[in-house]
């Protein structure tokens, strides 16, 4: 099927040995229907040959600033206006490390970095230099840029040695680029409210009591409905992550109080709500103005009273938005989850159990199981939070036609 017809699509291939599978991901491109302009460092060129790939492509391959037999001036700025997306396969730790720091030595960078349509990157090297600090702080660089990293796979490398780092196969790429085009208009028209991180009661000025959140799983979910072309407001306690898509408005908040504030603002002009956030459940009656000192008391007693219950008060005047909130639990998980879910007004919970290692707070991977009033539950096994962002979308955005 032509599933990517008339969709413009830079194909950026660096110098690694997976280079000649770039080849057949190119024919699965052209395919499906895609153009196709490949751009390939002066390093590729060693793994697989401009020849080829300008004859499945149909054009001449860019390699060099000036065209070897006319001294043409290839244009990177006109290539990245012409591309939808970009998607860099094989991308190796040389070309990550450049695009992450902005190094324009070569047609592939120079094209990277004027290039206005998202960028994807599937990784391909041996297992120590993936694994290498450096490669992942370049990594995380290239996350907070707003490029998707399609991650390598385990399994034997060119080197012999057994481990992460293969590049991910092409039929996968594929399917990834393919779901980028079909989902990328899905929400378009539509606000979302999203909740995240935690919430710091202050005690006094260099005191608070906090959680344990990280606020990754919220801010996955942000990044996901923005790609998706929704309008997103992030209400996000402290955190230290950043967010890099234009469609999320990011509203900082530290308390619970201010971040049901800054989310009743936000729900009044809003379609669905997604509240992922570790809201503290309590805060000290009386935050005290200066340092509490150690020599004035022998022991400290702290009374607390209780926050207000966002989900709760967001619950009792929904109207026809859609509302999703979270469940921790650690014990009765499933009856908590669907009582907690009709006590708070909510149309779906997304249930995760700290009982298992790969779900919770701090970590990249979750494993959840999705509740909907109206009875349908699935379990999905643990995931990347940017995927169980995908799948939690998948479902709002099922309830959300269902509702029409
Ligand atoms: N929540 C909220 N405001 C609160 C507490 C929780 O909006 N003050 C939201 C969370 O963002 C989440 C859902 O309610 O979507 C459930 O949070 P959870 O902490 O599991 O529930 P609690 O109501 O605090 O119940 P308990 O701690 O007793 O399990």
Redesign the pocket.
Known sequence: MQTLKGKHIVLGISGGIAAYKSAYLLRLFIKAGAEVQVVITPNGKEFITPATLSALSGKPVVSEFFAANTGEWHSHVDLGLWSDLMVIAPATASTIGKMANGVADNMLITTYLSAKSPVMVAPAMDLDMWAHPSTQRNIRTLEQDGVEIIQPGSGELASHLTGKGRMEEPEEILRRVECFFSRRESLRGKRILV?AGPTYEDIDPVRFIGNYSSGKMGFAIAEEAAQRGALVTLVTGPVSIETSNPNIERVDVRS?RQMMEAAEKAFEDCDAAI?????A?YTPEFRHDTKLKRENTDGLELRLVK?????AGLGERKGDRILV?????TDHEHD?AIA?MRR?GLDMIVLNSLRNPLAGFNKDTNQVTVIRNDGKETEYPAKEKKEVAVDILDQLEDMMASER
Do not use: M, Q, R, Y
């Open positions: 909740t619970a509240l992922s956030a570790a809201v459940d926050n207000p219950d966002i989900a909130g979270f469940a921790l639990e908590n907690k708070k």
